[in-house]
């Protein structure tokens, strides 16, 4: 049984830093990785990154957050630098095995207050 554990979120100040934890277990991950979802906002892709270590990120967060990976621990990260308002979101891990079933974490609350 695949389960996903997030930890991280929080209340921070603009221009702050938080650090995601997405810790995954039950299966082999292929692409693990990050969506967020605002208030009244669909969700929306953050970052992802395979197991080799290829990325992807939403042009809103380039340059300020960065993902990454502990494959022996399957976990994913996620840095956020230079917080803003706008990046106030529930944000949700997401992961993708190796026969390509998808999963969702529960969802942890990032709030940025400026």
């Known amino acids: 049984q695949v389960q996903l554990v997030e930890s991280g979120g929080g209340l921070v100040q603009a221009g702050g830093s938080l650090r995601l934890s997405c810790a995954a277990s039950g299966s082999i991950f292929n692409v693990m990785g990050w969506y967020r979802q605002a208030p009244g906002k669909q969700r929306e892709l953050v970052a992802v990154i395979t197991s080799g270590g290829t990325t992807n990120y939403a042009d809103s967060v380039k340059g300020r957050f960065t993902i990454s990976r502990d494959n022996a621990k399957s976990t994913v990260y996620l840095q956020m630098s230079t917080l803003k308002s706008e990046d106030t979101a529930v944000y949700y891990c997401?992961?993708?095995?190796?026969?390509?079933?998808?999963?969702w974490g529960q969802g942890t609350q990032v709030t940025v207050s400026s």
């Open positions: 997401r992961t993708y095995t190796t026969s390509g079933a998808g999963y």
